[in-house]
C-alpha cells in the first residue's frame, strides 16, 4: 500500500519546473568543463602533453554524461525522498558556487576540482501529510531529504567502483566514480546554499556521522 501511495505522489509530484532544468542544465555544463578540464591530452595530466582537440572533445562528452546521471541520481533521489513524507523538493542552482567552482579549475589548472551546485528547497504538500505533523516543516525531515542525495551519489560511486574492478581502463566509470564522490563531499559543506546545512541544522550528531562516515 504504501509503494502503491509512493507511485502516485512521483506520477503527479516527481516532474521538474523548465526553471529547474535550466539551472540544471547550466551545473551540468559547467561541471563537464570542470571535470574534463585535465583530460585534453593523451597524458591525462594537469598542463602536461600536447592539446589533442579531439580527444579533448570526445572526453567533455564523455564527462557530461557521467555528470548528467550524477546530478540526476542526485536530484532524483532528494525528490522521491521528500514525496515519501509528503513534501515538494526543488532544485535552486547556487551561481556564486558555480562561478567559484568554475574559476578555481582555470585558477589551478585543473587541479582543484569542486563543484558547489546549490541545495533544495523544500515545502509541505498539505494534502499528502494528512496524518503527519503537517502544520510546519521540521528541520529533520529537512536533513534527511538533504542527506539522501549524497548517500545516492556514494551508492553510485560504489557501483562505478565494482565496474572499474573487471574494466579497470572505462573512462566513462572513472568519471562516474569520481564525480560522484567529489558530488557527494562538495554537497555536505555546511554552506547556507548547499545541502550540508539543512544535515547540520537537523543534528550535529547526524552530520558528524554522515559526513566523515
Known sequence: MVFFELQSRIKYYYAFTKHEMRDLLAVVIVAGVIFSFCDWSSERVCSQGQVDI???????????????????????????????????????VWWGG?????????ASRGIIQVLLPGGTVNAIIVRQRIGE??????????????????LGNLALAFLSKAVLIALPDAYFF????????????????????????????????????????
Not at 562528452?61 to 513524507?85: M, P, W
Not at 505533523?133 to 549524497?150: E, N
Not at 546545512?197 to 547526524?206: D, E, K, P, V
Request: charged share 10%; proline share 3%; with cysteine.
Open 54 to 92: 579531439a580527444l579533448g572533445i570526445y572526453h567533455l562528452i564523455i564527462t557530461t554524461l557521467a555528470v548528467a546521471l550524477t546530478v540526476f541520481v542526485h536530484e532524483s533521489i532528494h525528490r522521491i525522498s521528500a514525496l515519501n513524507i509528503g513534501m515538494k523538493s526543488e532544485f535552486r
Open 98 to 106: 558555480l562561478f567559484a567552482s568554475l574559476i578555481l579549475a582555470f
Open 133 to 150: 505533523f503537517r502544520y510546519g516543516t521540521k528541520y529533520w525531515d529537512i536533513g534527511l531529504i538533504a542527506l539522501f542525495g549524497p
Open 174 to 213: 572513472q568519471k562516474l566514480l569520481w564525480v560522484n564522490i567529489v558530488m557527494a563531499i562538495c554537497t555536505m559543506l555546511p554552506l547556507p546554499q548547499l545541502d550540508g546545512i539543512s544535515t547540520f541544522m537537523a543534528g550535529r550528531i547526524l552530520y558528524v556521522l554522515s559526513f566523515f562516515g
